[in-house]
């Protein structure tokens, strides 16, 4: 059974759509993250959550804009997407929200998307 | 700012040999660090995670090591196997519970 769950895992689309990409984690955390993964690998942090409410928020375009519904699940949706938001989409999870209680994160497997 | 660096790059071994992998971070007021491992078009996987007050940690044949004070932790694998192959991932947490992420060391072993 899979810890934290992203769909879809492939998304192709063209400039200018909108589109949203979910995550669900059953491992019972407090806390939700989104990471991006560049072209050339390197992983950043976008947001974060913690029991559904906003604690990070990374300078991220507002065309990015996060939803958690309740605190197992953690929604990106993108709006007027463009060429450089290509890239890989993982969501997260850990037990607390910062500090020595925080725990291991744990990723979903990604999403990649590719804007054309 | 936090800024985590992995040397090398890549690396590539035979089947066998013990390796390290190094990871620096510029900023010591972190409270853990976590090694994981992510294969080609998959997520991460967490092999470890040290928090700031322990000197190391151990899971079979990993063992990864944190000096605080210097900004460092290394990796060792021992025995490395084909099976290994990966990037390996180093990162850092602070107090507000993100991770800032070095851009890893992509192995290769050889059979």
């Known amino acids: 059974d899979t810890a934290v769950s992203q769909t879809p895992k492939y998304l192709v689309t063209q400039m200018g759509n909108d589109k949203s990409i979910k995550c669900e984690q059953n491992l019972g955390h407090d806390t939700m993250y989104w990471y991006k993964q560049d072209s050339k690998k390197f992983l950043k942090i976008m947001f974060s959550?913690?029991?559904?409410?906003?604690?990070i928020n990374e300078t991220v375009p507002n065309r990015f804009s996060p939803k958690s519904p309740d605190k197992a699940h953690l929604n990106l949706h993108i709006n007027s997407l463009e060429l450089g938001d290509s890239a890989v989409y993982f969501c997260?999870?850990?037990?607390?929200?910062?500090?020595?209680?925080?725990?291991?994160?744990?990723f979903g497997e990604g999403s990649r998307l590719t804007v054309l | 700012k936090q800024e985590v660096t992995q040397i090398p790059a890549a690396l590539s071994v035979p089947e066998g040999e013990n390796l390290v992998l190094n990871c620096s971070f510029t900023?010591?007021?972190?409270?853990?660090l976590q090694w994981f491992r992510q294969d080609p078009g998959k997520g991460l996987t967490s092999l470890l995670l040290i928090q700031s007050s322990q000197r190391e940690q151990t899971s079979g044949r990993l063992n990864a090591s944190l000096d605080k004070s210097s900004g460092r932790s290394t990796l060792y694998i021992a025995a490395s196997q084909p099976g290994d192959s990966a990037t390996y991932l180093c990162?850092?947490?602070?107090?507000?519970?993100?991770?800032?992420f070095g851009q890893g060391t992509t192995l290769q072993v050889k059979p």
């Open positions: 959550y913690n029991n559904k409410e906003l604690i």
């Open positions: 990162a850092v947490q602070g107090n507000t519970g993100k991770l800032i």
């Open positions: 900023d010591s007021a972190i409270y853990n």
């Open positions: 997260a999870s850990s037990r607390g929200a910062g500090g020595v209680d925080t725990g291991e994160l744990f």
